[in-house]
Nanobody, 129 residues
């Protein structure tokens, strides 16, 4: 399996911005879908956003739509999550995930944690008031 390394977490004030990055340890790793999930204390891990390598199709959870943007630098095998207008409820451990499975157009597939077989360790994002 390929290691994914997340960077960019930290403490941010409500209404502020933060950018997370996720890089694959192997530059030749041919991922087809990469995603961000998050897990708040005492809660289950939930989908945040996903992007496909070809075509750049993106999907977002309703809770972050319009505030977060997922993007990729395919040459660097890196995916970013730009977080803007953050809220207290965005506080969580954010993990990136990747799969080599080809996206066939089912939006639901992107949102399932079991669709991904490569995961990062996670990075803490804490939003303070």
């Amino acid at each position: 399996q390929v290691q994914l390394v997340e960077l960019g977490g930290g403490l941010v004030q409500t209404g502020g911005s933060l950018r997370l990055s996720c890089a694959a340890s192997v530059r030749t790793f041919s991922w087809n879908i990469m995603a961000w999930f998050r897990q708040a204390p005492g809660k289950e891990r939930v989908f945040v956003a996903a992007i496909t390598r070809s075509g750049g199709y993106t999907a977002y959870a309703d809770s972050v739509k319009g505030r977060f943007t997922i993007s990729s630098d395919n040459a660097e095998n890196t995916v970013y999550l730009q977080m803007k207008t953050v809220k207290r409820e965005d506080t969580a451990v954010y993990s990136c995930a990747a799969t080599t499975t080809t996206y066939l157009g089912s939006g639901g597939f992107l949102r399932r944690a079991d669709a991904y077989d490569n995961w990062g360790q996670g990075t803490q994002v804490t939003v303070s008031s």
